[in-house]
């Protein structure tokens, strides 16, 4: 009788173990589910971002090869030395 009861007991701790590894899986592939979105959603806004600065690198450009900025560069560059004497 003894044998009986510790095969069943057995049994059940089987049926436990392989239950609470069903659950730990569901829950990891939930969090690798949640950690690909996320990085899914980081991804768009990096591509977002690159778009962003290019636009402004190109208006930047634009601004430097403009004449008027060429033509305020001593300018520029005196009022600069003036701001680093002052302090």
Same mark, same amino acid.
């Given at each position: 009788?003894? %044998?009986?009861?510790?095969?069943?007991?057995?049994? %059940?701790?089987?049926? %436990?173990?392989? *239950?609470?590894?069903?659950? !730990?899986? *569901? &829950?990891?592939?939930?969090? %690798?589910?949640?950690?690909?979105?996320?990085?899914?959603?980081?991804?768009?806004?990096?591509?977002? !971002?690159? &778009?962003?600065?290019?636009?402004?690198?190109?208006?930047?450009?634009?601004?430097?090869?403009? !004449?008027?900025?060429?033509?305020?560069?001593?300018?520029?560059?005196?009022?600069?030395?003036?701001?680093?004497?002052?302090?």
């Amino acid at each position: 009788m003894r %044998a009986h009861e510790l095969e069943t007991e057995l049994e %059940a701790l089987r049926r %436990a173990h392989e *239950a609470q590894a069903r659950q !730990r899986i *569901a &829950e990891r592939l939930a969090l %690798a589910n949640e950690v690909e979105r996320e990085v899914e959603t980081l991804r768009e806004e990096v591509e977002w !971002r690159t &778009e962003v600065m290019g636009e402004y690198e190109k208006q930047l450009d634009k601004i430097r090869s403009s !004449r008027s900025y060429r033509y305020s560069a001593p300018v520029r560059r005196a009022l600069a030395r003036l701001r680093l004497h002052r302090g």
